[in-house]
């Protein structure tokens, strides 16, 4: 049986690049716990578009 967890895939979007205007974007998917992180993720991710580390927030 799988287990029931409480475990929920993410997807991650760079903010900078959204305001910039440029063309692309930024995006990663990682998993978070919902039950101690209900509210949206924020991390430092490396952008490869703009090539330094930026914030990207949760979407969705």
Do not use: W
Not at 44 to 57: A, D, E, G, L
């Amino acid at each position: 049986m799988a287990k029931k967890g409480n475990r929920v895939q993410v997807i991650m979007e760079c903010t900078e690049h959204k305001n910039s205007g440029l063309p692309g974007t930024s995006r990663y998917i990682t998993t978070k716990n919902k039950r101690n992180t209900p509210d949206r993720l924020e991390l430092k991710k490396f952008n490869p578009i703009m090539k330094k580390m930026t914030v990207h927030k949760e979407i969705k």
